[in-house]
């Protein structure tokens, strides 16, 4: 995939030349593009005057930050303490043999993604999987394909 | 429109409770996490566009209300008609009409969708009677579920902002630390530790300026209390916070939400946008001296951060590891300034506490843990959800009385309490009353709230595994008993889960926790063990089956089970249609076998098998 960095400049002009606001900034990169583009590093770390190990450190501190491209799609399966004993490993083994992936990995065809997250905050419908920001609570593992492919 | 005066907040008070009165019935439709899930915004949507239609005695569009989480996540999407507090759960959006044009028009109840107790049969039309609610104390959730947090005038009605109205009418900044110490409230975030005493520390520090911090961080997973509370109320937190800034003499304060949880900023910004228009943050608060305001830090996704040090350096915009604490966080904290750290929930029981006073709040709960809590049930329990009790209240309670049981009506295992910090406990201890001493005394902990409920097809060995894993991932790294220590602990674990443990590197295991808890700076690792050594102290069979017998007595751990089908199959093929390893073969309506060499044993073919056809042996 290949990113114009004019393009990340731009976010990053719109954000406060402010050390403080580092991570600010990257969540703004993220949001843009989905995953931290290897451009913008330099980039980030040129306009807050901060080597780039310390950009570099915090994209790689922060669970949330990726530094690979991510799918259109963003599968999150929840693996909280409610979601574990509830079967989460069941809706990944599914969606691997549904999909073809294993968490932190994309299709080929750059259509999916699958995440881990901890915990979701929706521990009462457990076990959770989001599909772009989409919830589903108490999910049987032989639906969670289906529910993906519908979105 | 700006409130320049106290005088100006009671009159405006006082104009919405006259129009709000014009709205005789209110139809709640319950927003939280759960109910969302469930497809309770359409639920919404279809009210209001019926209602726009309909013209029906008493009811307005304006009636219907979104709220935030309600509460009994279990039932829902659910739907309460107030004044009278019906309650209808599991609603459908084809449920809708049948609720305007029965319960609304006629005024009569539809039976099917109220609330059923699975174990008496007794159907309750009022929600506040249901078991699950009769037994609450709300406080910190007081408005949580009745009021839509997207408006400001709702919590006004509901008495907000009027305890920042009391203080600065007439309370010195030490008469209301005066409070806080006297009410004995104690952080809600997991340590306990007394918020009076933070103030006190902080409002008397020289160095300037001073900070208001909030923790909005919830990184327990198993716990959704502060979600809901600033998805729900997020006006009461920021009025917590205006106090506190009055209290300690700060000017600025930050809320840290994490990042998993986007309604919950959204709502927060929501509600420091109206706030600042109307006056109650910014300069010149309610036209007094007092001058404080708010932002919105969002987190990153890591568990340390709940940490105040990491919280803090992560605020400024650094990586946030965990400083040594020669000095306390209260003194030298954000940017190295003296600083109130409090939870979410620690702020949203502050405007009450101010408001009925210390002494009505000291009379709940026990002695030395004054107050409510707000807890998460989850897990293998029958009414998952949200829940506020008075400290001191029996775990047994909590369990049976409002969380109606155990699932299928299994055998409880253990509940577990305070996340990775904290413990699962056993049966014989469900008498235990639940304050924040008690817990740890019996080896776990009060922590933020979360309550996960396990039956007897769990297995405790793997949940150490479990918590072990999620520590190694969260583990900031900076501590080589914590990094390497928690990384061998799960390493371990991990044997005993596959059937190769010994005897030996149990003990080994337990010598490698106390190093851990000695060697560790934060409070990551000094509990990273908990998880591990609560288990090994109350469920010692079930490792030792593990180790001796190679056996796994809740039938989890793969290495350790066979599936296999029993006589009772019929031949259903659903097993067979989910098995990822084609390992199950049968024709229909004829019994299925499992091959056991090339069975994966991820147990999709028991999860979705209705008639328990499947054995794990
Ligand atoms: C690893 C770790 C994670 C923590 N996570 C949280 C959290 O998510 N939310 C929270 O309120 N407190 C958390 N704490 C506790 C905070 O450090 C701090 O004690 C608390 O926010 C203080 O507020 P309180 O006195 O109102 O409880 C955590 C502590 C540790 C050591
Ligand atoms: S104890 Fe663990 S999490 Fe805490 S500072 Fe040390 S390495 Fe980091
Ligand atoms: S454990 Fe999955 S949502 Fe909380």
Partial sequence: MIIDSNKIQKVIDDSPQDKKQLIMILQNIQLEFHYLPKESIGLVSEYLGMPQSTVYSAATFYKSFSLVPRGENIIKVCKGTACHIKGADLIIDQLYAGIGIKPGQTTKDMKYTIEVVNCVGACAMAPVMIVNDKYFGEVKCNRATKLVKKG | MKIDSIAKLDKWRKEIQTKQKAIKTKI???LGPGCLAGGSDKILKEFQTILKKKKIKDVLVESVKKTGCHGFCARGPMVIIEPLGIFYSKVKKVHVKDIIEKTLQKGEIIEKLLYKDPDTDKIYKEWRKIPFYARQQKIALRNVGQIDPDEITDYIVNGGYSALAKILKGM??????????????RGRGGAGFSTGRKWVTCAKAEENPHYVL???????PGAFMDRCIMEGDPHTVLEGMIICAYAVGSQEGYIYVREEYPLAVVNLQKAIDDARKFGLLGDNILGTDLCFDLKISKGG??????????????????????RAKYVRSVLK?????????????????????????????AAIGTKKSTGTKAFSLAGKIKNTGLIEVPMGIKLKEIIYDIGGGINDNRKFKAVQTGGPSGGCLPADKLDLEVDFDTLADNGSMMGSGGMVVMDDRTCM????????????EESCGKCVPCREGLFQLHKLNEKICEGKGTEDELKLMENLSKTIISGSLCGLGQSGPNPFLST?????????AHVKKQECPGGVCKKLITYKINDDCNGCMACLSVCAASAITGKKKEQHTIDEVKCDRCGACYAVCNINAIDII
């Fill in chain 2, 28 to 30: 709640l439709i319950c």
């Fill in chain 2, 172 to 185: 010195k900044p030490d008469e209301v630390i005066d409070q806080v110490s006297k009410s004995g409230l």
């Fill in chain 2, 214 to 220: 909030c923790n909005g961080d919830e990184g327990d």
């Fill in chain 2, 301 to 322: 996704g890591a568990f340390v951060c709940g940490e105040s040090s990491a919280l803090m350096r992560s605020v400024a915009g650094e990586i946030g590891e965990p």
């Fill in chain 2, 333 to 361: 904290g954000l940017h190295d300034k003296p600083t109130v750290l409090n939870n979410v929930e620690t702020f949203a029981n502050i405007p009450v506490i101010i408001e009925k006073g210390a002494d009505w709040f």
């Fill in chain 2, 461 to 472: 060995v793997d949940v150490s595994r479990y918590f072990l894993n999620f520590l190694v």
């Fill in chain 2, 536 to 544: 090994i102290m109350y469920f010692r069979d079930e490792y030792e």
